[in-house]
Structure formats: C-alpha cells, structure tokens
C-alpha cells in the first residue's frame, strides 16, 4: 500500500489547468513608474558607492518587466522555480561577502538588493508585488544616500522627486479637464 497525498490522483494537473485566481495588476502606468523607482535606485547606488551594476541591472530590469507583464496572468512555475534557484544563489553569495568583510556591509547590502531586484522584475504580475518591487527600490535609495559622499547623488535624488512631481501636475490637469475648465 503506497502513501498518498489527501488532494486525490491528479491534484498536480488540475493546479497546473487552473486559472490564475488572485486579480493581475493591468496598469501599464503603474508599472512604468515601478520600473522607473528601480531604475533610478539601481543608477543611484552605483553612483554613490562608483560601482557598475548598471550596466547589466537596468537592461535586465526594462526586460523582465516586459517579460513580466505579458505573462502576467500565467502561473510561470518553471520561472518562479528558477527565481527562487537564483535567488537562494544570490543569498549565498552575499553571506559569503558577508563574512569578509565585516567591517562595512552596506555595499554588499546594495549589491544584493540589486540582485533581487532584478530577479524579482521577471515575475511581478500582482500590485502586492509591485509594491514589494517599490519598497527595494527604496531601500535602495537610502543605501544610496547613507554611501554617498559627493554632491553627485543629489541629482539623481532630484530626478527621483521631479518624477512624482511631474505626474502630479499632469493628473491635476486631467482633473480640470473633466471639470471642463480651460488651460493652456
């Protein structure tokens, strides 16, 4: 007598045949604007720590965010499979960084967050998961901020708040509109 599990013979082909049940995230805006946090935060780190993970972040980042949205509503298990490989990879590595070099970790903090970052833009299909993809990038800026030394982080931080700023102004005129108020 073999050993069963209680869900019955073809539990794994009906998980793999059902639909995706929690609501994907559709807005194209609201993932530009993640993906630009991202960038922003990726380019800020390596300017204040004079690093170069640019240069391979944000190609991967604008290519798993476009990956990612046009599997949104798949269960992508393989991809999520390979994710979680990577990133268990990713977490190793930066243990192993870790115990060098104990004296200054948040570079190795920066690098890793990075790492993350970019395998996470591949599978952001929910707005919990945009918003996991906000808070990095975050994280990302004060890392950013605490390694900065030079007056050259203070451009991309102004990058960073012009941007909310500029859409700001830009739903404030759509509000007008719809009043039917005249601007020029």
């Known amino acids: 007598m073999a050993w069963r599990l209680p869900l019955g013979d073809d539990w794994w082909q009906k998980m793999l045949q059902s639909p995706v049940t929690a609501e994907?995230?559709?807005?194209?805006?609201l993932r530009v604007l993640v993906l630009a946090l991202i960038i922003v935060s990726v380019v800020a780190?390596?300017?204040?720590?004079?690093?170069?993970?640019?240069?391979?972040?944000?190609?991967?980042?604008i290519l798993g965010s476009i990956w990612?949205?046009?599997?949104?509503?798949?269960?992508?298990?393989?991809?999520?499979f390979c994710i979680a490989i990577e990133m268990l990879v990713a977490l190793g590595a930066f243990l192993?960084?870790?115990?060098?070099?104990?004296?200054?970790?948040?570079?190795?903090?920066?690098e890793f967050l990075i790492q993350v970052q970019v395998l996470h833009c591949f599978d952001v299909s929910h707005r919990k998961d945009l918003g996991d993809s906000v808070i990095v990038g975050l994280i990302l800026l004060s890392v950013a901020a605490k390694l900065s030394?030079?007056?050259?982080?203070?451009?991309?931080?102004?990058?960073?708040?012009?941007?909310p700023a500029y859409f700001s102004r830009l739903s404030f005129l759509t509000?007008?509109?719809?009043?039917?108020i005249q601007v020029r």
């Open 175 to 180: 509000w007008l509109r719809a009043l039917n």
């Open 45 to 61: 780190t390596d300017v204040a720590a004079e690093t170069w993970s640019s240069f391979w972040a944000v190609p991967l980042s």
């Open 149 to 163: 030394q030079a007056l050259a982080f203070a451009s991309v931080l102004l990058l960073f708040l012009a941007r």
């Open 96 to 110: 192993g960084r870790l115990m060098g070099e104990l004296n200054d970790t948040r570079l190795d903090l920066a």
């Open 68 to 80: 990612g949205y046009y599997r949104r509503r798949d269960r992508n298990i393989p991809v999520k």
């Open 24 to 29: 994907v995230e559709n807005s194209i805006t």
